[in-house]
Nanobody, 120 residues
Framework: VQLAESGGGLVQAGGSLRLSCAASGSISSINAMGWCRQAPGKQRDLVAHSTSGGTTNYADSAKGRFTISRDNAKNTVYLQMNSLKPEDTAVYYC???????????????WGQGTQVTVSS
């Protein structure tokens, strides 16, 4: 099972970016999916979380600006980021709690990270 992210880049303050993360491999089901971010010298923090039932949660810093969504048919989670600020600059990581085929357990998987840089 792998998670592949895309969509990061350089954007001016006030701009928008859309991140994508697709899960692939022998997957029976996916439970939660979400995004975290890590700025240089700081810990990795939750940005947005989505359960398989459609419940979403956001960090206070993301509320009103970021939207998480999922395409369950494509095993993909998105993060639409609007009104970006320089303090949003970080490496963004997607994660997913996945039940692989032929396994009774669930595991947490992480993407490789994608850089988002917001210039002032």
């Amino acid at each position: 099972v792998q998670l592949a992210e895309s969509g990061g880049g350089l954007v001016q303050a006030g701009g928008s970016l859309r991140l994508s993360c697709a899960a692939s491999g022998s997957i029976s089901s996916i439970n939660a999916m979400g995004w975290c971010r890590q700025a240089p010298g700081k810990q990795r923090d939750l940005v947005a979380h989505s359960t398989s039932g459609g419940t979403t949660n956001y960090a206070d810093s993301a509320k009103g600006r970021f939207t998480i969504s999922r395409d369950n048919a494509k095993n993909t989670v998105y993060l639409q980021m609007n009104s970006l600020k320089p303090e949003d600059t970080a490496v963004y990581y997607c994660y997913a709690r996945i039940h692989p085929d032929r396994d009774i357990r669930e595991y947490d998987y992480w993407g490789q990270g994608t850089q988002v840089t917001v210039s002032s």
